[in-house]
């Protein structure tokens, strides 16, 4: 392949480097607040996460402390409820989540030859959220006020009348903020994969830690909408008394649960599938040899994306529903076992034909095989209901899933740290005190959690505060507790060791593994552009094929090597071949990011003092942030407001059809529809399920009205689809007055809707059939509102000149927005007026 | 129509698609099924239910069995990135057809709405 | 593997499997010393559905361990030092016998296995038709306590609160549901658990091989008072059973509560302070917390908080707030301890 703009000029590398750094450096003192760099945020992230993760771990102590003698009082029990469910709560959603996809964040556009994600202010809106709503969860446990009902937080015990206080609330509020982290996370991860990798690197050549990833920020987009909604639900029926999970209204406490584990699975493998990626990028390093069996791998990888979506009434099996259909769930989780098999034998198969040795890295990475297959198999024995009846809910499954999260997610992390560490710092660790600390936390882990498997097999239930002498489990817990001390020693040494090496470990020789992948092509620690020019990569091993490559790139002789344009610029390219299609030019540093995040924490806040009408004041001075934010693209001031590029490169992607935004859309909608789905499953599970359930005998919602809204949002996606067509022609006469008739008619589409509302006279506080009804034609309401919003900006674009042939970018994304509302309009009309006339009550 | 040849990577998800489809059809199905006309338990596994489901499995396990044989042969044509995508795709075909006949041999011997 | 030499061993962990070995010893060595038993042990079936489970388990533990041992051996052995020279096609094929070998076949096989021998396990605990259809147990769990239902007793239904008698050598049918939040009904050593939901009625099946007592704690999440939500079980032989259920019989209880004059005060206590909460027969109809009508008689008060002895109940009535934190009766400060005295003296007496 022929690479475009291959530079024949020679660079003086300073001087480029001087002037990319003032494009892309970040500023210090207050306004490093606006950075929206992938690195610095990266970093940020882990950084954060480490500190979650330091609070998670305190409360495993408290817990440890408290049972390792019958009988105790060394907390009430109240207090204990408290600090399990914060300790399940953080370590998943504060630790586990954020970490991982900080590392992401920080490595992806490295190793995919990218210069920065293709959303930077998201990214930074993406932390500013994690960060507000970890501090208000975790502030929850100083004023003793913590959700205490299990990080499940299964209704009842979690609603109204069983936890009045408002533990619950900072639970459902708190999270749902930190969600929108993760989602905002996962879907510039999967766009950045797709559109953003270097020259040359085709789907099949890109490394399998992107592959890795990409799966992963696809579950997180399709797996976090439904445990969102649960929270939406929840947080409705505690606020203001919708009867969603409460039998006596017509709704049922067991739809929680499914809403909560259709999530609660996937995040198992959310969060094992990065670690199971940083094993497979390790060990072909420290083998010496490629990986055999890339596709293998790439196959493992889908599998178990799309099979842990299937398993999720395992955790469900005790709930009495029919036994053929446990078994469905029974035999899909045991399918689970291939995918992994298969990687298991593909990392062995690469030991057994390389030259492995035992580096500090590969020590944590043997720790997590046998961890992780102890925790898999008896995760397999789990998945067989019988025994899952016996052990459900005791001692064992706290084994289990220790064994499958620590094992799994903990140990390939601190691999990947200590293998990525002269990268983070220019240092190596030291092979002394990580070598004791390895040790001391395998021990300890091992002594910790293997005996827990009897105390559960004695019969001992997960999370009861205090147990009677003379149960037999006294010495098992003493055992268990010893061993967690030593286990936290490990870790601190561990922690005690990366701290030390920035300031004490040796400088790193460049590439210090001899690793394969582009990010060992940054100089250490990296710059924030992170590459001087970018390659043509047609390689699985740019940096073992062409070790020279790191002083090219430095020296300017690939791609890109421009910034006297002053744009922050990158190659987008095709998703499948990684063939240039245009050039990504991306914003700068933002306030913006930070004063939404800030505005939604005050939505936050005031939700959880019930301020509501503050709320609803920050809600939509939280939208006039993020709408502020969006004028900042394409062809304004700020963006790229001149389109020159050189002869013969590609065009800005905002002068094209098919920039990143559209996907980034189109995964949003994704998200969108998962939640959408989520929402229909609800409805139609209350129907069909719920022992109280009761539909009106006539239907309330007028088929009329409906179906006169729903011929007005299409018509307006119509028009929008028009004015795409005209634009794609290089017409664009009459484009601003077609976005306001589009526009105009989604406004009437929201009239309809509005006044079929009213006219329903729902008493959603009475029975659940109107609350789910009412949700719906909410939802439906506010993406209608959205679509008008962005349709009559455009509009206003249009007028300023930011949006026409000659920037042709934005309608595209905002029609499709209103392709979904049209089929999200027409499954609601289906679901909520006409399925109840035709099938009754 | 590039989408509609077995090089083209959509097909890395299709397979597995086409078994999640199965799987939510099944439960869902067999839920419906139980709450609104469940069989008498006496008749065991012997029941139209059962039938219906296992019927539904098999053709699902046939249609991805060709989907996957359809790859194979495809991939024997190319080379580089369309072989890549072709034969990962015919693997994860073939995975998904032992996943609906794996998942649904408890539709053999289970009683269905006890 | 050889030694070269100390400074080398150190960072060698082959060198540490010795100390690993002494430790598992160790740790195997307790676990038969303490043993399986334990009334709440599944290692310890008393029953058909628990005695399966426990195959299962010894089984599945036998294949994993042999997997996990094997799968460390070939990932240590891989480290092995070596020089040997092989063609791509040497590697193909051997990565190929590894990958398919281990991730195919391996699994496949080990969970068709598995699903062939463990699905007619569970079907034990199905409620399916029985020629003769067996005893029908109700159980309903409540913040922090169970009642406990036989509708089918011969003479009309029996009610109890925080003991659970059954007949043993015969299949129970055990219909289970939540009074508030969820709980979880689970007797170890006779078989699996089920979820006691709000609105709805779960059922399983168990059975006791023999006249025995067993452990059983609520399993779910349910509150402060999880930890102390017990349930005693006593499987009795079938005529002793009959007899039990008899005595229990309203127009029974309600006789031994009314009589005994010398008990006057007491009663008219109780129906100051605890009759709007608590059933006696013939006394009271309170339905919020344990009924009352044979407290006498069993063996443990507050739901395992405190065994029962002379004097007990007195005890538990000033003192169960401390017994069994944050449970919902109120704490009594406000009467006397006589008063309490009085009352647990005839509470006890109430035992057919």
Redesign the interface.
């Given at each position: 392949m022929k690479s475009v703009n291959q530079e024949a000029v020679e660079h003086d590398p300073q001087q480029l480097h001087d002037d990319l750094h003032d494009i892309w450096g970040n500023p210090k003192g207050l306004k490093a607040l606006t950075i929206v760099n992938h690195t610095t945020l990266g970093l940020r992230f882990m950084i954060t996460g480490m500190v979650f993760f330091l609070i998670g771990g305190i409360l495993a102590m408290l817990v440890r402390t408290q049972l390792a003698m019958p009988d105790q009082d060394f907390m009430s029990p109240e207090i204990y409820n408290q600090v399990t469910t914060m300790h399940g709560t953080v370590m998943m959603f504060l630790f586990a989540i954020p970490m991982l996809e900080g590392l992401a964040i920080y490595l992806i556009p490295k190793m995919i030859g990218a210069r920065d994600l293709v959303c930077p202010r998201l990214t930074s809106l993406g932390y500013f959220c994690y960060l507000f709503g970890g501090i208000i969860l975790t502030s929850s446990l100083i004023i003793e006020m913590a959700p205490s009902s299990g990080w499940f937080m299964y209704t009842p015990l979690s609603s109204k009348e069983f936890a009045p206080d408002l533990g619950s609330d900072f639970w459902l509020l708190g999270i749902t903020f930190v969600e929108i982290s993760a989602l905002s996370a996962g879907v510039e991860l999967v766009v950045s994969i797709l559109r953003t990798r270097t020259q040359g690197m085709a789907l099949h050549k890109m490394p399998l830690f992107a592959w890795y990833i990409l799966a992963m920020a696809l579950m997180i987009v399709v797996g976090f909408p439904p445990l969102i909604l649960g929270s939406v639900l929840l947080e409705l029926e505690r606020a203001v008394g919708m009867p969603f999970f409460q039998i006596a209204g017509g709704g049922d406490p067991v739809l929680w649960q499914h809403l909560f584990w259709l999530f609660g699975h996937p995040e198992v493998y959310i969060i094992f599938l990065p670690a199971a990626g940083i094993v497979s990028t390790l060990i072909p390093v420290f083998a010496g040899r490629p990986i055999v069996g890339y596709g293998w791998v790439v196959a493992a990888i889908t599998i178990m994306g799309f099979i842990s979506f299937g398993l999720w009434v395992h955790h469900m099996f005790t709930i009495g529903i029919p036994q053929l259909a446990q078994a469905f769930f029974s035999a899909a989780s045991m399918l689970v076992a291939v995918p992994t098999a298969i990687q298991v034998f593909v990392w062995i198969a690469t030991l057994w034909l390389g030259k492995p040795k035992m580096k500090l890295p590969m020590l944590w990475v043997m720790g997590f095989l046998i961890i992780f297959v102890c925790g898999g198999l008896t995760g397999v024995m789990l998945a067989l209901v019988p025994f899952n009846w016996q052990v459900h809910d005791t001692h064992f499954v706290v084994a289990h899933m220790h064994y499958v999260l620590v094992g799994g997610m903990f140990f390939p992390l601190i691999a990947g740290l200590y293998y990525w560490l002269p990268l983070f710092s220019g240092r190596m660790p030291s092979e002394n005190l990580g070598r004791w600390g390895f040790w001391l936390t395998f021990l300890g882990f091992n002594g910790t959690f293997l005996i827990m498997h009897w105390t559960g097999l004695l019969g001992m239930p997960r999370r009861i505060y205090t147990y009677e002498a003379g149960s037999g489990w006294e010495i098992f817990n003493l055992l268990s507790s010893i061993s967690s001390f030593i286990l936290s020693a490990g870790i601190a040494m561990v922690l005690l060791d990366i701290a030390l090496h920035f300031r004490f470990g040796k400088p790193a020789k460049h590439n210090p593994w001899n690793a394969d992948t582009l990010e060992w092509a940054n100089t250490m620690p990296p710059s924030a552009y992170n590459f001087v020019s970018l390659p043509n990569v047609e390689t699985r091993h740019p940096l073992w094929d062409d070790p020279n490559l790191p002083h090219t790139m430095a020296e300017g002789k690939h791609s890109l090597a421009v910034a006297s344009h002053g744009r922050r610029e990158m190659w987008g390219t095709d998703p499948i071949t990684g063939k240039v299609r245009e050039i990504i030019h991306l914003p700068g540093n933002s306030w913006w990011p930070l004063f939404a995040a800030s505005a939604l924490a005050v939505v936050c806040l005031s939700l959880l003092t019930r301020v509501y009408l503050l709320a609803g004041v920050f809600v939509i001075i939280a939208g006039i942030f993020l709408l502020r934010w969006s004028w900042e693209n394409g062809a304004h001031p700020n963006a790229a407001p001149d389109a020159g590029v050189k002869p013969g490169d590609p065009p800005l992607h905002s002068r094209t059809m098919d920039g990143p935004g559209l996907w980034a859309m189109g995964v949003f909608l994704i998200a969108n529809g998962s939640f959408f789905l989520s929402y229909l499953f609800g409805w139609f599970y209350l129907w069909t399920v719920s022992p109280q359930w009761r539909m009106p005998e006539t239907p309330p919602l007028s088929l009329m009205l409906m179906g006169a809204a729903g011929v007005a949002v299409f018509a307006g996606a119509v028009i929008m689809e028009k004015l795409i067509r005209g634009l794609r022609q290089q017409r664009d006469a009459g484009l601003g007055a077609g976005f306001y008739t589009a526009a105009a008619l989604g406004a009437l589409q929201i009239g309809l809707t509005g006044w079929a509302l009213w006219q329903a006279e729902l008493s959603p506080t009475q029975t659940s059939h109107d609350a789910v009804m009412l949700v719906g034609l909410a939802y439906a309401l506010f993406h209608g509102c959205l679509a008008v919003i962005l349709t009559v900006l455009q509009g206003l674009r249009v007028g300023y000149g930011y949006v026409g042939v000659h920037a042709p970018f934005e309608p595209g994304v905002v029609a499709l927005l209103w392709r979904y509302n049209v089929v999200v309009f027409g499954l609601l009309i289906g679901a909520l007026a006409v399925l109840p006339r035709v099938i009754g009550g | 129509m590039e989408r509609l040849n077995f090089t083209?990577?959509i097909h890395?998800?299709v397979g597995?698609?086409l078994?999640?489809l199965w799987?939510v059809g099944?439960?869902s199905g067999?839920?419906?099924a139980?709450?609104?006309a469940p069989p008498a338990?006496?008749a065991g596994a012997v029941t139209l239910l059962?039938a219906g489901l296992g019927m539904i499995s098999l053709i699902f396990t046939a249609g991805l069995l060709l989907l996957a044989w359809g790859s194979f042969q495809v991939a024997k044509q190319h080379r580089g990135?369309q072989h890549?995508?072709a034969?990962?795709s015919g693997?994860?075909y073939l995975?998904s057809a032992?996943?609906v006949a794996?998942?649904?041999?408890?539709?053999i011997?289970?009683?269905?709405?006890? | 593997m050889r030694e070269r030499n100390s400074a080398i061993a150190i960072h060698n962990p082959s060198s540490r499997w010795g100390h690993r070995i002494t430790c598992l010893m160790g740790i195997c060595l307790l676990i038969s010393v303490a043993g399986c038993s334990g009334d709440r042990s599944i290692l310890d079936p008393a029953g058909p559905a628990a005695r399966d489970v426990r195959l299962i388990w010894w089984v599945m533990l036998s294949f994993a361990t042999v997997v996990l041992l094997g799968v460390t051996a070939v990932w240590l052995y891989a480290f092995r030092p070596r020089s040997v020279e092989r063609t791509a096609a040497q590697e193909r094929r051997i990565a190929r016998r590894w990958i398919i070998g281990g991730g195919l076949v391996l699994p496949v096989a080990s969970i068709t296995a598995l699903l062939m021998f463990g699905v007619p396990a569970g079907q034990r605990m199905l409620p399916l038709p029985l020629s003769e259809p067996p005893e029908v147990i109700e159980v309903i769990g409540h913040q922090w306590w169970w009642e406990v239902r036989y509708p089918g007793a011969e003479g009309g239904e029996v009610v109890t609160a925080n003991q659970l008698v059954m007949p043993a050598g015969e299949p129970v049918d055990f219909h289970v549901s939540g009074a508030d939040v969820i709980h979880a009904f689970w007797v170890p050593r006779l078989g699996g658990k089920i979820d006691m939901l709000p609105g709805r009625v779960n059922k399983i099946r168990l059975e006791a091989d023999e006249p025995a007592v067993f452990g059983a704690q609520c399993a779910e999440l349910c509150g402060v008072g999880h930890a102390h939500m017990h349930l005693y079980v006593e499987a009795v032989p079938r005529d002793e059973f009959d007899a039990w259920l008899m005595a229990r019989q309203e127009t029974e209880l309600s006789e031994a509560a009314t009589q005994a004059s010398t008990h006057d005060g007491a009663r008219e206590a109780f129906m100051t302070h605890c009759a709007s909460c608590h059933e006696v027969a013939g006394v009271s109809q309170g339905r919020v917390g344990p009924n009352l009508s044979d407290v006498g008689s069993r063996t443990m008060l507050g739901a395992g908080a405190m065994p029962m002895e002379e004097g007990a109940i007195s005890q538990w009535l000033q003192n169960h707030q401390t017994l069994k934190p944050g449970n919902k009766m109120p704490a009594h400060d406000d009467i006397d301890t006589d008063t309490l005295d009085a009352l647990g003296a005839w509470l006890e007496t109430l035992s057919p």
């Open positions: - | 083209h990577p890395l998800t597995l698609t078994w999640s799987f099944v439960y067999l839920s419906v139980c709450a609104v338990p006496e059962n990135r890549f995508h034969v990962v693997w994860l995975f032992f996943g794996f998942a649904g041999l408890p539709i011997a289970v009683p269905p709405c006890l | -």
